[in-house]
């Protein structure tokens, strides 16, 4: 292998391992202008958007140690990356893509394990991992809540009874 090719593989081994998730797109027929809107897009969710030669990127996921990819990389072909949440990164492909069906989805791989275009779109149609942990939070929260209202509630009932029986002996007395 010439010094270029090792040195983009070792690059393309740094950002795999670096990377939870990888998403591979096909971007035939894509212009410049829209790839380079996808990657502001991506940016945005964490990730970021790399044109690839597909040996290249082959090598390198064996060296990173993931499965063989079984000659699924074929045709032009992107790869996204990101340090961050994979359904954030996989919203912002999906709907790059149905904005222009020149970018198709075709795999992924999330924790070296493969996942498939529907696999992805599912990713892509759960809410963020913040989202999710502020759900999560108030489901552990809401217990408390409730029992801190319970233990409250008689002691604001006779309150309000003794505040009720003072304004009343007030009226008769006046």
Known sequence: MRAEKKFLTSEYVARLNASPFFIVVGYTGLKVAHLSELRKRLAQAGAEVHVVKNSVF?????????????????GQLAVVTGKKDISAAA????????????????????????????????????????????????????????????????????????????????????
């Open 58 to 74: 082959s090598v390198a996921a064996k060296e990173a140690g993931i499965a063989e990819l079984n000659g699924s990389m074929a």
């Open 91 to 174: 919203k912002a492909v999906k709907n790059f893509a149905a904005e222009f069906d020149k970018l198709k989805l075709k795999f992924g791989y999330l924790n070296n394990q493969r996942l498939e275009e529907a696999s992805i779109i599912a990713l892509a149609d759960l809410p963020s991992i913040d989202v999710l942990r502020a759900k999560l939070l108030g489901l552990f929260n809401a217990p408390a809540t409730k029992l801190a209202t319970l233990i409250n509630t008689p002691a604001v009932q006779l309150a309000q009874v003794i505040k009720a029986k003072s304004e009343k002996g007030a009226e008769t007395g006046a």
